[in-house]
């Protein structure tokens, strides 16, 4: 397996590459935790922001929080621009009967969010 090398020895940044890149391959979500146990497995102690920095600059974004509440529902009705007025709320109700239903008109709302990224 890997042998044990003196920490002053070790490149750090390339060890936790070379791990995260191997959990990549293996299809695994490499996660600052279980970076830092195959680390110190091998005897070289590293902190978790130094693999979030590492993980962050090889291109891999952190997990996204939840929303306001357990269920990651937020409250729709005071968003970013304070309550809905009955305009929006018509031009919402007008936008359902276009889709035929609210289930349609929120799925092609999802998509067109994920187009926005």
Do not use: W, Y
């Not at 357990?70 to 031009?91: D, Y």
Request: positive net charge; hydrophobic residues 40%.
């Amino acid at each position: 397996m890997v042998d044990k090398k003196p920490a002053k020895d070790v490149n750090k940044s390339a060890e936790i590459r070379r791990i995260a890149a191997a959990m990549k391959e293996k299809g695994e979500k490499p996660r600052p935790v279980v970076i830092i146990a195959q680390l110190k497995k091998q005897g070289v102690e590293v902190s978790s922001p130094q693999v979030s920095m590492v993980l962050k600059k090889m291109g891999f974004r952190p997990r996204k929080r939840r929303g306001a509440d357990a269920t990651g529902t937020r409250r729709e009705a005071a968003g970013r621009g304070g309550p809905i007025s009955v305009e929006e709320l018509l031009a919402a109700k007008r936008l359902v009967s276009h889709f035929g239903s609210a289930d349609r008109a929120v799925a092609a709302i999802a998509a067109l969010k994920r187009f926005e990224s």
